[in-house]
């Protein structure tokens, strides 16, 4: 078993979006800032309501998948098909906007933490037109698995391999097979997890702190992994609580327009004169 070494850090940047909510970006803070085929990955955490209140009003999306994951509060969702969905605590929400969705996120709460994680995921070419679709997972469907040595892991896509069992998550089957955890540490503790040696991966800590491979990783900041087929996290003075995502790389180009993901520029422009016709999402 071969440890993967960290690659590179990414620090996650004080960044506004939607119509002002306050966040913190690292994958996707520039085109340089990326990992095939996750896009994006942003953290909102905040007591304030004026960091979240005004949310994300109705935008339009192409060419990807959207992963929004709520550790504290209530949001909803809707979108142009009418769909409907309550995001509460330790929800998930997967959303394949193929070939076109306008949809809003808003806060559901005027007080109080709200807290949680969207992450873009790029979809291939030969996927990138096919009709829209979501998934609500509620917190009942994911597993935790007890970790040995202490600690616990969320399973929300993939499978986690522990030394006792598999731990598949409700999200399987996708092609660029992607994993996702969310694994909470004690201090001192260690986990490792294989991973195969044809996925790209990374890992972002929003808690504590930990050590990658013997290098210091801190909170806030993302570690993009080297060659390898499995990683291993220990757990600093504080403990530590990270996300883990790896998933195969898709090796298309890559042009981004705002919340249009597309292989070409022709592409984009013709998502472009789509959305200002009407006619994003329809075939």
């Known amino acids: 078993m071969t440890i993967r070494p960290i690659q590179r850090i990414i620090d996650a940047l004080p960044t506004p979006d939607g119509a002002g909510v306050k966040l913190r970006r690292s994958l996707g803070s520039s085109q340089f800032a990326r990992l095939d085929p996750f896009l994006m990955l942003d953290e909102f955490s905040s007591d304030n309501p004026d960091d979240y209140i005004a949310g994300f009003p109705a935008h339009p999306h192409r060419g990807f998948e959207t992963v929004t994951y709520l550790l504290d509060g209530h949001m909803l969702h809707e979108d142009h098909l009418g769909n409907r969905g309550d995001l509460k605590t330790g929800a998930v ?21 709200l807290r949680g994680f969207q992450l873009w995921i790029n979809l291939p070419a030969k996927e990138k037109m096919k009709p829209a679709g979501y998934r609500d997972i509620n917190p009942a469907e994911i597993p935790v698995a007890a970790l040995t040595g202490g600690g616990r892991a969320k399973v929300i896509a993939g499978t986690l391999e522990t030394a006792d069992a598999a731990v598949p998550g409700p999200v399987q089957g996708l092609s660029t097979d992607p994993l996702y955890l969310d694994i909470e540490l004690p201090a001192g503790a260690r986990f490792s997890q294989a991973l195969g040696a044809a996925r790209n991966a990374f890992l972002y800590v929003f808690e504590g702190n930990a050590t990658v491979a013997d290098q210091a990783l801190a909170n806030h900041h993302a570690a993009i992994l080297g060659a390898g087929d499995a990683v291993e ?21 890559v042009v981004q327009y705002g919340p249009f993901v597309m292989n070409t520029r022709e592409e984009i422009e013709q998502a472009l004169r789509d959305y200002q016709a009407g006619k994003l999402t329809h075939a």
């Open 233 to 253: 996290v220990l757990a600093g003075d504080a403990g530590a609580r990270f996300l883990l995502l790896a998933a195969k790389p898709i090796n298309e180009p």
């Open 93 to 113: 929400q997967w959303m394949t906007a193929g070939r076109g969705i306008i949809h809003s996120e808003m806060p559901q709460q005027l007080q109080g933490r």
